[in-house]
Nanobody, 117 residues
């Protein structure tokens, strides 16, 4: 059974930082395209950052230069380091994993991030 478990969310003031973690069981994160998405009420889930099996990364324009996605293979964990947080970053953040486009996709349960003064 595949599980993706996110942690690290919380409330932070504007300009602050948070580190989100996504620990996987049942899959090997280094062989999957691992992505962080976020969603706010009434809006579609949006891609935040992706890391490929080759280690290539891709970011949404809105988080470029502020967020960093990384992977620690020995921990089977993907991280999202978020800095200089803004109120508009407030959302539920989800971890997603997929080996390739035709393979099953896996989602975590989400972790709430709130940026507010």
């Amino acid at each position: 059974q595949v599980q993706l478990v996110e942690s690290g969310g919380g409330m932070v003031q504007p300009g602050g930082s948070l580190l989100l973690s996504c620990t996987a069981s049942g899959i090997v994160v280094s062989s999957h395209h691992m992505t962080w998405y976020r969603q706010t009420p009434g809006k579609q889930r949006e891609l935040v950052a992706t890391i490929t099996p080759d280690g290539n990364t891709n970011y949404a324009d809105s988080v470029e230069d502020r967020f960093t996605i990384s992977r620690v293979n020995a921990e089977n964990t993907v991280y999202l380091q978020m800095t200089n947080l803004r109120p508009e970053d407030t959302a539920v953040y989800y971890c997603h994993g997929r080996r390739h486009m035709l393979s099953p996709a896996y989602w975590g349960q989400g972790t709430q991030v709130t940026v507010s003064s």
